[in-house]
């Protein structure tokens, strides 16, 4: 078993979707979690950091963290094609060490 | 904004040759890391840098090398390049008490 497991799509969704990602985790010892978002041919971009459980939001995006579910979720609202990539998670349990990513999902966003 | 950049976005080599990617970042972070992203596996940590010449073996070492000889640059090196490192290689750098990295543009390497 994969100790960060992510739905590789790809998922297709409407322009102004909500759109919802998911990864869940087998290491309780994960306390720091982040989203990026990988354009084709492109390095993956820092989009969500948060720290421990809870919620975060940042304009259209909202990051959730459940801890006792070992669960993870990126939300994006009013979705447009420019938000069309690939978003990976990821989740250490220390600072700036071992990181793990998930595989990615695909998304595609239909004008 | 920080700014990690990559010498090449492609390069082909030949099997056996000698590779060097290099990485640089302009934020002064002492953290930097390789990584390869190959479909369906995701992100595998190779070598990460805590300071200049320190480096730690990250997950898959085997066939590389590093060097950090200045703060801001980060190379890897494929010492006999084989057709199964053909993939893509990633550079990442973090500040010091935060958790998040921040990535180059990438190098797609082909070995043939």
């Known amino acids: 078993q994969k100790e960060v497991e992510q739905d590789p799509g790809p998922l297709s969704v409407p322009e102004g979707a909500i759109v919802s990602l998911n990864c869940t985790y087998s290491n309780s010892a994960f306390q720091y979690f982040m989203w990026y978002r990988q354009y084709s041919r492109k390095g993956p971009e820092l989009l969500m950091y948060?720290?421990?459980?809870g919620n975060k939001e940042d304009g259209r995006f909202t990051a959730q963290v459940d801890k006792s579910s070992k669960y993870i979720s990126l939300f994006i609202r009013d979705s447009q094609p420019s938000d069309s990539a690939t978003y990976l998670c990821?989740?250490?349990?220390?600072?700036?060490?071992?990181?793990?990513f998930g595989a990615g999902t695909r998304l595609t966003v239909k004008p | 904004d920080v700014k990690v950049t990559q010498s090449s976005r492609y390069l082909v080599k030949r099997t056996g040759e000698k590779v060097f990617l290099e990485c640089v970042q302009d934020?002064?972070?002492?953290?930097m890391f390789w990584y390869r992203q190959d479909p369906g596996l995701g992100l595998r940590l190779i070598y990460f840098s805590y300071d200049v010449k320190m480096k730690e073996k990250g997950d898959i070492p085997e066939g590389y090398s590093v060097s950090r000889e200045k703060k801001e640059r980060f190379s890897l090196i494929l010492e006999s390049a084989s057709t199964n490192q053909t993939s893509m290689y990633l550079c990442?750098?973090?500040?010091?008490?935060?958790?998040?990295?921040?990535f180059g543009p990438g190098t797609r390497l082909t070995v043939t």
């Open positions: 990821a989740m250490s349990p220390r600072l700036n060490n071992d990181m793990r």
């Open positions: 934020m002064d972070h002492e953290n």
């Open positions: 990442a750098s973090s500040p010091p008490g935060r958790g998040e990295q921040y």
């Open positions: 948060t720290y421990s459980s």
